[in-house]
């Protein structure tokens, strides 16, 4: 497990970095995770050690969301003044994405 | 009593513990809710626990920079677990390859109508501009938007609330929509429920089928990627 994490760390600070050298607009975890995902490729496996890890963590991500949902506590007077586009928004917006995604899907099998 | 019980309070408030110790105690109570209540998409227990915390540190006014001394090692997990994405996208990668046009095909089509409806929803009925920033990413994977909606210029922490938020919609709504389209393959639901309501999505996906949550899984990585390289091309385009 400790092994896991660190590679994990290891491919994250790689990512910052690239980011912070190249200026790329992307997070650096996201450059850190296909940098992961190149690596297993080019090894043809991923070993059952890091595997074992990686879902234990991914099985609590919603918990990981947590502080950042208290965060709504600093935008109670903007949700409070923008109520009204931010929830049609996103009920909206839910509901088409879903009926597009399935629709193209669908049609692009065939 | 009341004097040794504010010591205590003052001295328990200037460590991390304590916001470390509340946000777990929290979630495992929240966690402890959902299970009771079969696992009901209404019963969510990112938004419980939210909820409980926010009015602990209201009742309590605590301020939320120091809760978050101690949340932050929560927080701070987001980044490895972007990084750990990269192994069940590489499990993957089989469904993938097979179904290379089909799956492309509805990632782009369905990030874009993600961004693009929410923006513009938002922007018709008079959004700030900040709140359509940190709205733009909010199907993709919370640790994911959160990070772009910093390099766009949008608020991370309001974008997590708002991702949360539209994981709890697509887990509720899903259903009925899809039913309503009549698209019953479970591979389908599966990637459309990923792209649109990414992790909440797909925990919810699993609980239906293999099939569904792998599916939602494979949609909720690429989304994620797409996401993380598209959304600030664009608003370059878009001259912002």
């Excluded at chain 1, 586009?85 to 509901?95: E, G, Q």
Aim: glycine content about 12%.
């Amino acid at each position: 497990m400790l092994g896991a994490f660190t590679v994990l760390l290891v491919f994250q600070l790689i990512g910052e970095v690239l980011v912070l050298v190249s200026g790329l607009p992307v997070p650096g975890p996201v450059v850190g995770m296909l940098l992961l995902f190149t690596t297993l490729l080019a090894r043809g496996a991923a070993p059952a050690w890091l595997r074992e890890t990686c879902q234990g963590l991914l099985s609590h991500l919603s918990l990981l969301f947590v502080p950042a949902g208290v965060g709504v506590l600093l935008h109670f007077q903007r949700l409070g003044a923008e109520w009204l586009p931010i929830a049609v928004a996103l009920v909206a917006s839910t509901v088409i994405t879903i009926g597009v995604t399935a629709l193209v899907m669908r049609a692009l099998q065939r | 009593m009341t004097g040794t019980f504010s010591e205590i309070w003052v001295y328990l408030s200037a460590s991390p513990l304590l916001g470390l110790t509340v946000t777990l105690v929290a979630y495992q109570g929240a966690y402890w809710i959902y299970r009771k209540a079969k696992m009901n998409p209404l019963a969510n227990p990112v938004a419980i626990s939210v909820a409980v915390l926010v009015a602990l540190l209201w009742f309590t006014d605590t301020p939320y920079p120091v809760y978050f001394e101690g949340a932050q090692f929560v927080h701070f997990l987001l980044g490895p677990a972007t990084v750990a994405l990269a192994v069940p996208l590489y499990a993957n990668l089989g469904n993938l390859m097979k179904n290379l046009l089909p799956l492309g095909g509805a990632l782009i089509a369905g990030s874009l109508t993600a961004a693009v409806t929410a923006v513009g929803i938002g922007w018709a009925l008079g959004a700030s501009r900040e709140t359509l920033l940190s709205l733009a990413p909010k199907s993709a994977t919370a640790p994911i938007a959160m990070g772009v909606a910093e390099k766009l210029g949008g608020l991370p922490s309001l974008t997590g609330v708002l991702v949360v938020t539209t994981g709890i919609l697509g887990a509720v709504l899903a259903r009925g929509t899809l039913n309503l389209l009549r698209i019953h393959d479970h591979a389908v639901r599966g990637f459309a429920v990923g792209v649109a309501a990414h992790g909440i999505g797909t925990a919810r996906a699993f609980q239906v089928s293999e099939t569904m949550g792998a599916f939602a899984g494979l949609a909720m990585g690429l989304n994620g990627l797409l996401t993380a390289f598209l959304f600030p091309l664009l608003l370059k385009l878009w001259g912002g």
